[in-house]
Nanobody, 114 residues
Framework: QVPLVESGGGSVQAGDSLSLSCTTSDRSGIYDMGWYRQAPGKEREVVAIISWTGDRIIYADSVKGRFTISRDNTKREVTLQMNRLKVEDTAKYHC????????WGQGTQVTVSS
């Protein structure tokens, strides 16, 4: 069973929106989850993190006001709504679950063109 399954990437124009989803196979719902991204030639960076209760959220400065992270523990799902996308948002986006050993998704590509 794949621990994390991501969906929703794609190619869009600058200014468009995309929504990424990540479903975890973990049924406890007690782990913080988040999204990271890695662009070619760059290090992986945090995009947004949400606590397991959903009451604590952190965003990278570069996405504040444009991206929204949310979770539905009944569906074991975390969603990243990305609005007003910029060319510099182009990257492979990875879902992360803060389990004891840390769990990463395979990643989904987001490409934003001008």
């Amino acid at each position: 069973q794949v621990p994390l399954v991501e969906s929703g990437g794609g190619s869009v124009q600058a200014g468009d929106s995309l929504s990424l989803s990540c479903t975890t196979s973990d049924r406890s719902g007690i782990y913080d989850m988040g999204w990271y991204r890695q662009a070619p030639g760059k290090e992986r960076e945090v995009v947004a993190i949400i606590s397991w209760t959903g009451d604590r959220i952190i965003y990278a400065d570069s996405v504040k006001g444009r991206f929204t992270i949310s979770r539905d523990n009944t569906k074991r799902e975390v969603t990243l709504q990305m609005n007003r996308l910029k060319v510099e948002d182009t990257a492979k986006y990875h879902c992360y679950e803060d389990t004891q050993t840390g769990t990463w998704g395979q990643g989904t590509q987001v490409t934003v063109s001008s």
